[in-house]
């Protein structure tokens, strides 16, 4: 991702899923008109901008598929002209948009179409969003009860990969589940593949220290060769801290205050059982008291100079703090 570009985030569903409203979730405003209606609301490719976490985002809402007031071929051709024709100029990801309610026949046949008109390439960058986490909660129900209840939605996510996000779109406090799934997507979008294998070595080493850990760990991890490992996470949760810890030394300035003390990304080695590992430090990505733009790009340049990419992108949150 080069600095300074926008994240372009593309929604797509069936009409009432809660494209929109997932839109405005993810802006923190109403970009977009959503709301109930016995016809279609969004008739038109709407496309709004903001600052997500620091992150410049921009959203495309779209008409969904079945909409009451235009037919099938004029969505898809003004999908294809007004979104997937512009949003691939810089780093895109496709959300399908899925109520986490009964999977009909029409859901299945919206999933389908949609999936045809991305393409095999742009469903690698597809998640699936289901909305309505607020009705599972009522129901005290968790996304996992709900998807394995139905055969075809859990074939529907492993086809994904695991991409898939739950939206309470209702909800008072947005951001946190903004800022989390933003976090998923980018974590995803670099390819990261080891990001447990590291982050258990990682845990253990806050858990344990460093000395334990490395005894722990020296015969599962010795075959594995060198790691890159970005921290991300809110200011003053402790990713320099963290940081220290894993490279065993004081190299990543850590203080405990309320603003962000790392506003520059900072890059260390150390050896871990045997293997080296880079850690590179960022500023807080959340509530910095950097400029949106200037974070996004100290972000960028933290994917930048663990080149050629990171492995993992530890989120360090405080172990009583929970975002859900
Ligand atoms: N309870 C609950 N309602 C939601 C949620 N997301 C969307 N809705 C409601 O679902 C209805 C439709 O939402 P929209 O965002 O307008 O849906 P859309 O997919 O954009 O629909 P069209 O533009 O009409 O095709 C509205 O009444 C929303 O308030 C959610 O997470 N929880
Ligand atoms: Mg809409």
């Known amino acids: 991702m080069e600095p300074n570009t926008r994240f372009n985030v593309v929604l797509l569903g069936k009409t009432m899923a809660g494209i929109s409203a997932s839109g405005n979730t993810i802006l923190g405003r109403e970009a977009f008109v959503s709301k109930k209606s016995s016809r279609s609301v969004t008739r038109d490719v709407a496309v709004e901008s903001g600052s997500v976490g620091g992150m410049e985002v921009t959203v495309y809402d779209t ?58 390439e742009r469903l690698k960058k597809t998640w699936i969003l289901f909305t309505r986490g607020d009705e599972l909660e009522d129901g005290n129900m968790t996304i996992n009860e709900f998807l394995d209840d139905t055969e075809e939605l859990k074939n529907l996510i492993q086809k994904y990969d695991q991409r898939y996000y739950v939206f309470n779109n209702k909800a008072k406090e947005q951001a946190g589940q903004v800022q989390m799934l933003l976090i998923k997507i980018m974590k995803s979008y670099f390819n990261i593949n080891v990001e447990e294998e590291v982050s258990e070595i990682q845990n253990s080493a806050v858990r344990k220290g460093l000395k334990d850990c490395e005894q722990d760990k020296s015969e599962q991890v010795s075959s594995l060769s060198s790691r ?64 949106p733009e200037e974070l996004a790009e100290e972000i960028a340049r933290s994917v930048y100079i663990s080149s050629p990419g990171p492995h993992a992108f530890p989120h360090c949150v405080e172990s009583n703090r929970q975002i859900h």
């Open 63 to 120: 008409p969904g598929l079945f909409n009451t007031e235009m037919n099938e071929d004029e969505i898809q051709q003004m999908i294809n002209e007004e979104v997937l024709q512009r949003c691939e100029s810089g780093p895109c990801v496709f959300l399908l948009v899925i109520k986490a309610d009964r999977f009909t026949e029409e859901e299945r046949e919206a999933v389908e179409k949609i999936e045809k008109l991305l393409g095999d």
């Open 228 to 291: 890159r490992l970005v921290l991300l996470g809110k200011s003053g949760v402790g990713k320099s801290a963290t940081g220290n810890t894993i490279l065993g030394q004081r190299e990543l300035i850590s203080l405990q205050r309320m603003s962000s003390v790392t506003s520059e990304c900072s890059k260390e080695h150390t050896t871990v059982s045997g293997r080296s590992v880079t850690v590179v430090d960022t500023p807080g990505f959340f509530d910095t008291q950097m400029k």
